[in-house]
């Protein structure tokens, strides 16, 4: 690398009004993104500052995006990533024309946005530039999703978010799309009275403040440094609860007083990462709960968290996926995979980490159900996937990177560390963590770099022998050295399934005190074949098909779908009529598609939910159920 580049990336944590949040001097080459136009060795986006309405009739987002664009060597023009945005035109601060052109599209890479930069300073070896792009979005941009009032709880007003993993920010945002540039951001959103925007950035703005055409205004800024599909907004009918000093909820209000007392115990868990891992470096922790239609359980964008209402359980028995979200705060937030391949550093740790604060929380005996359900989740995906995705680095060049995400990222990750753990001793394994975090906060990361920082700062010769890093990594399976794992709760409950499959009454179960996580257990560890007498029996003791947790409701779905036990259905059809999360709309689409009249049933009921869902679920969905016009 050049002594002009390394300048470049020296400057890159910076915004044009903000000082350093990191000292990046000692970023390495980014490695080549498949998945991004961009060229961030000569020309590379260090800030966004947006400018954005949204216009919910016509479902577009129109505004501008200021760029602070570093460059060096000869570089004479930016490259940018978009999708399914209109390019109004590109100037210079001062209004001056700037040339650009939009190459040809490829499917969900979008295309790319080449921008002639201005004349060059001749004098100077890296040089600060800024650009102005006037666009609008399309009524169809994937990552964001228009709701109409009757799709919200309330009912009285419009609502909108954006989703941006792993390539939709470049349909909302004309940038680099790639998560190994970093880049700040601050924002104005102008919306309706009445409607309030949040995003994942502190909220800078004065109350009340309106713009000439009436519009609320709120203005964001956010100056440590992310990935883009960091970027987030949200707009609608949305109020707010503190939980603590730092913390607290957003949701619509007939909403927000439930989401508050679910997630309580938040400070206490910002307290228990911070023990293990070091400070908190974002400010305030808030969480968004969306509306049901979000495709994930969780996005931990900085500093506010969007989460989905089907954790709100009522019991706080799900708010392990707020102490996720909560760990990516370290573990994707602070230090990011550098490309999509290798998205399980993002995942693996944040699981790794979810299960130690878990812990701390609620006891060892807790965090060991978590792991022995994640090491269940593991095994099905090395079971369902084709061997290559079953590696932790993966080759997903030509494909779309939402094919690469699966439970191999998230549960090989956690195990290769638990393994990690296992030979080197908890105390060990927590003060390289913390040291990473602080060594690499702010930068991306790679599979070899991280490899080759385990050798220098934890692993000797022989415990690296003894892990076998490349056969976690780089080959497919479960190495067979893998940390075991065991739940002295959840081997109670296999007593428990021993009994069932005996022929014990259901009344006669010992259930009494069971968490979700033993449901899970209980109802993974039936037969997949039930006689619908037995299973009636199940129901009708613990009403199952009417269950008020999402989980256990998912898991009761997919066992009456492969002994089509019909009571069932009916819930079947409400429940993905009511909720977009993919986490549950993949596998039951899934069981259902592997019969004739599976298929028929998933078929209608997808032609009355797929308007409901995000892009990123229809773009999962379109696949199994073979949806006309679908990937």
């Known amino acids: 690398m050049n002594r002009a580049a390394l300048l470049v990336f020296a400057v890159l944590a910076c915004s044009p009004t903000d000082d350093t949040v990191t000292d990046t001097t000692n970023q390495r080459p980014l490695p080549h993104d498949p998945h991004s136009y961009a060229q961030p060795d000569t020309a590379r986006v260090t800030h966004v500052t947006l400018d954005l309405t949204p216009d919910f009739t016509a479902k577009r987002l129109r505004g501008t995006a200021r760029l602070a664009i570093a460059r060096t060597g000869k570089a004479d023009s930016v490259i940018l990533d978009i999708r399914d945005l209109t390019i109004k035109r590109v100037t210079t601060p001062g209004g001056d024309s700037l040339g650009f052109s939009i190459g040809a599209p490829k499917e969900f890479l979008g295309a790319p946005l080449s921008v002639a930069l201005p004349a060059r300073d001749s004098s100077a070896r890296t040089q600060t530039d800024t650009i102005v792009i006037e666009y609008e979005t399309a009524p169809t941009a994937a990552a964001v999703q228009w709701l109409s009032p009757q799709q919200t709880a309330g009912k009285k007003l419009p609502f909108l978010f954006t989703q941006g993993q792993a390539i939709l920010t470049r349909t909302w945002v004309p940038t680099q799309d790639s998560p190994g540039i970093r880049q700040t951001y601050d924002a104005t959103i102008h919306v309706p009275a009445g409607m309030r925007a949040v995003m994942s950035a502190e909220n800078v ?35 707010f609860r503190p939980i603590g000093t730092n913390t607290g909820v957003y949701a619509e209000p007939s909403v927000v007083e439930q989401a ?37 359980g969780g996005m931990e964008n900085p500093m506010l968290t969007f989460a ?45 980490i979810e299960a130690r604060i878990m812990e701390e929380l609620r006891g060892r005996p807790y965090a060991d159900m978590l792991r022995v359900l994640g090491r269940q989740d593991l095994e099905k995906a090395m079971a369902d996937l084709d061997s290559a995705d079953t590696r932790l680095h993966l080759d997903l060049a030509g494909r779309d990177p939402d094919e690469g995400f699966s439970d191999v990222a998230y549960e090989k990750g956690s195990t290769f560390l638990q393994t990690i753990e296992s030979v080197v001793g908890r105390q060990r394994l927590d003060q390289w963590l913390r040291s990473y975090f602080d060594r690499n906060a702010f930068q991306p990361m790679t599979s070899e770099w991280l490899v080759e920082d385990l050798r220098r700062n934890l692993l000797t010769p022989g415990e690296a022998a003894r892990v076998d890093l490349d056969a976690w990594i780089n080959r497919p399976g479960i190495p067979a050295n893998a940390v075991a794992v065991r739940s ?47 299973l009636a029996e199940l129901d009708a003791r613990f009403r199952l098909s009417s269950s008020g947790n999402a989980e256990i409701l998912g898991q009761w779905l997919l066992l009456a779908i492969k002994n089509r036990y019909e009571p069932a259905f009916p819930a079947l059809a409400r429940f993905l009529t009511s909720q977009g999360r993919r986490k549950f709309l993949t596998p039951l689409y899934t069981e259902m598609m592997k019969t004739p009249w599976g298929a028929t049933m998933a078929r209608d009921i997808y032609r009355r939910a797929r308007p409901t869902y995000h892009s990123v679920a229809t773009g999962t969905i379109d696949r199994v159920v073979q949806w006309p016009g679908g990937r």
Do not use: C
């Not at 293990?276 to 470096?281: K, S, V, W």
């Not at 490309?339 to 790794?352: L, Q, R």
């Not at 259930?511 to 006689?531: C, G, I, N, Y």
């Open 205 to 239: 703005g004065t109350a009340n403040e309106t713009d000439s055409a009436g519009l609320s205004v709120y203005r964001f800024h956010l100056k440590q440094p992310v990935p883009p599909y960091l970027f987030a907004l949200a707009v609608g009918d949305i109020a």
């Open 260 to 296: 508050a007392t679910e997630f309580s115990e938040v400070d206490a868990m910002v307290a228990a990462a911070e023990k293990l891992y070091g400070p908190y470096r974002w400010g305030r922790y808030d969480i968004l709960v969306l509306p049901p239609s979000f495709p994930f």
């Open 488 to 534: 002295d709760a959840l081997a109670a409950v296999d007593s428990e399934v021993t009994r069932w499959n005996g022929g014990a009454a259901a009344s006669a179960l010992q259930t009494a005190k069971w968490s979700t996580h033993e449901w899970l257990h209980f109802l993974r560890a039936l037969p997949d074949t039930v006689p619908t007498a037995r």
């Open 308 to 352: 989905t209402p089907t954790v709100l359980a009522g019991d706080r028995s799900l708010v392990s996926l707020v102490a996720h979200e909560l760990a990516h705060s370290w573990s994707g937030n602070l230090v990011t995979n550098a490309t999509w391949d290798d998205f399980w550093i993002n995942e693996g740790f944040t699981s790794y």
